[in-house]
């Protein structure tokens, strides 16, 4: 059991890390070369309403959790077999 909770938790860092680059790319693209200095690139989504508008935000948001229950769907399904 503490292994299924340890592998869990190690599979929820490792989602984060990859959405964190995700975010990070995404800003880049976009030309927020500066989200380092701002706050290490852990904007939320209501700083990111301020640079992008209300919809901006509310589409990072959207993004970042649809991303998440995708991978943790993932994760349960790989768990089934």
């Given at each position: 059991m503490n292994g299924d909770i340890s592998e869990y938790l190690q599979k929820k860092i490792q989602i984060k890390k990859n959405m964190d680059n995700l975010k990070k790319e995404i800003a880049g693209e976009l030309g927020y070369n500066n989200?380092?200095?701002?706050?290490?690139?852990?904007?939320?989504?209501?700083?990111?309403?301020?640079?992008a508008g209300p919809v901006g935000g509310f589409m990072v948001k959207d993004l970042v959790k649809r991303g998440e229950e995708t991978l943790i769907s993932k994760y349960h399904e790989d768990k089934k077999i």
């Amino acid at each position: 059991m503490n292994g299924d909770i340890s592998e869990y938790l190690q599979k929820k860092i490792q989602i984060k890390k990859n959405m964190d680059n995700l975010k990070k790319e995404i800003a880049g693209e976009l030309g927020y070369n500066n989200v380092k200095i701002l706050n290490g690139g852990d904007l939320s989504s209501k700083t990111i309403g301020v640079y992008a508008g209300p919809v901006g935000g509310f589409m990072v948001k959207d993004l970042v959790k649809r991303g998440e229950e995708t991978l943790i769907s993932k994760y349960h399904e790989d768990k089934k077999i």
